[in-house]
């Protein structure tokens, strides 16, 4: 059974910061593209950040130079470390793998189940 679980959301105040976790198994961590997506009311999906395999990342232009993506294949844990937060984060911040399940190797792709992030101003 593949399972994402984030963790970190809450409540900051602007120009704050934040850490957010998420914790996979089921899947062959190390060769999974982990993703995190945020998506506030009323707004459409966007992806936020990636990591790849080989630990390139890429970021949306709304968050480059104050979001930081990364994993720790040990923990099969992906991490977005969130500063100079401001209230356009307000968001469900989700994370997606893509990539091989454990059990058979086969190209799957899954999501947690997201967790809130609200920053005052």
């Known amino acids: 059974q593949v399972r994402l679980v984030e963790s970190g959301g809450g409540l900051v105040q602007a120009g704050g910061s934040l850490r957010l976790s998420c914790a996979a198994s089921g899947i062959i961590f190390s060769r999974n593209v982990m993703e995190w997506y945020r998506q506030a009311p009323g707004k459409q999906r966007e992806l936020v950040a990636t990591i790849s395999s080989s630990t390139i990342t890429t970021y949306a232009d709304s968050v480059k130079g104050r979001f930081t993506i990364s994993r720790d294949n040990a923990k099969n844990t992906v991490y977005l470390q969130m500063n100079s937060l401001n209230p356009e984060d307000t968001a469900v911040y989700s994370c997606?793998?893509?990539?091989?399940?454990?059990?058979?190797?086969?190209?799957?792709?899954?999501w947690g189940q997201g967790t809130q992030v609200t920053v005052s101003s």
């Open positions: 997606r793998s893509a990539g091989p399940i454990a059990n058979s190797g086969s190209y799957r792709e899954f």
